[in-house]
């Protein structure tokens, strides 16, 4: 295994886990559960995406003409996951209202016991 690919791993890990977790249970909290999971994997995958080696903040300066010139990092993808955690810390939020509304409605947060609810209704 190699370190220099460590984000990756994790991210195909929790990506892993969490498509497990939404697959395998049938507990809705755990089901959000799995969805926060899988969501935040691919926060990790687009930030190490954006990644730059050596890469620094793209703040312009004057200096000598004859230095290299500096490689920047893209702040682009940083910017679209902070906006993206904001989204799915919202979606989460609704998502787990919606199971305390289905619990009030249903007795259970089970899926399976829903189901069966609803086609003997």
């Known amino acids: 295994m190699s370190f220099g690919f460590f984000n990756y791993w994790v991210f195909i890990i929790l990506l892993m886990i969490g498509l497990y977790t939404v697959m ?3 507990n ?3 089901k959000m559960i799995g969805l ?3 969501q935040i994997s691919v926060f990790l995958f687009y930030i190490s995406m954006g990644k730059i080696s050596g890469g620094t903040a793209p703040i312009v300066v004057d200096g000598p003409l004859d230095t290299a010139a500096p490689i ?3 702040p682009l993808p940083h910017v679209l996951i902070l906006t993206a955690i904001v989204v799915g810390i919202a979606t989460t939020a609704l998502g787990l209202s919606l199971v305390v509304r ?3 409605s249903f007795g259970t947060i089970d899926e399976e016991e829903i189901l069966e609810m609803k086609d003997g209704a």
Request: net charge positive.
């Open 24 to 26: 395998s249970r049938s």
């Open 28 to 30: 809705l909290v755990k």
């Open 36 to 38: 926060s999971l899988f």
């Open 72 to 74: 920047y990092s893209n």
């Open 102 to 104: 289905i619990r009030e």
